[in-house]
């Protein structure tokens, strides 16, 4: 299908495993980014990507690691999950720099 | 935090009745865009103005953005339940895309 899609759409951990949430995109676009959304905080970066091999932090990177070895991919790791975690988590993609955003359905996540 | 900040943060309306968002942002920027949300959805892209622009529209909407204010309105003209969501600014700054608090709008019929 085309457009964004991410998985799981849904996903229940326990506090100190690893948990990789999947972001793949089919218009080749460069630019990726992943959000968290919590209540009373709106959308924050975490990490964002230019092109495949080049990554950087966003707002709240801390406890989170990307990878984007193929332009449409661009998975999220959270390497030891914590409570704090627990989130809905938004992957996005858009074609140029400073040009609209297409964002996917994104997956919320619980750590327990 | 980078984040911009939207004002209220919460609206509620009757249908046919305008809705007036605001949106402040701490940066310089490239251009400032406007986003929806619908319960439980990802964000929809509704509109995107340049920095050197100051008003845009775009059928029922209306954009306005003042750069030496670091701020940005958006207006829903005569609106319907359907727009009940919540709205996003969301600016560019360097590569870094980066959103307000937002602001729940509800229409009531």
């Known amino acids: 299908d085309a457009g964004i899609t991410q998985s799981p759409r849904y996903k229940i951990t326990e506090t100190g495993r690893q948990v990789t949430l999947m972001c793949h995109q089919t218009w080749s676009h460069s630019y990726m980014f992943w959000y968290r959304q919590d209540l009373g905080h709106g959308l924050r970066l975490i990490y964002y990507?230019?092109?495949?091999?080049?990554?950087d932090k966003g707002e709240v990177p801390d406890g989170y690691v990307v990878s984007r070895s193929k332009t449409e991919n661009f998975p999220l790791t959270l390497e030891s999950a914590t409570r704090s975690q627990t989130s809905v988590y938004f992957c996005?993609?858009?074609?140029?720099?400073?040009?609209?955003?297409?964002f996917g359905q994104g997956t919320r996540l619980t750590v327990v | 935090s980078q984040q911009g900040e939207e004002d209220p943060q919460a609206l509620s309306i009757q249908e046919g009745e305008n809705a007036t968002m605001n949106c402040s942002y701490k940066t310089s920027i490239n251009n400032l865009q406007w986003y929806r949300q619908n319960s439980g959805r990802g964000l929809v892209h509704l509109i995107l103005?340049?920095?050197?622009?100051r008003e845009k529209h775009s059928g029922r909407l209306r954009v306005t953005l003042d750069t030496s204010k670091k701020s940005s309105s958006l207006l829903i003209t005569a609106s319907r339940a359907a727009d009940t969501a919540s709205y996003f600014c969301a600016y560019n700054a360097g590569n870094m895309l980066t959103f307000g608090g937002g602001t729940r709008l509800m229409v009531k019929p």
């Open positions: 996005a993609s858009s074609g140029q720099i400073w040009t609209e955003a297409f």
């Open positions: 103005i340049r920095s050197n622009e």
């Open positions: 990507s230019a092109a495949a091999d080049i990554t």
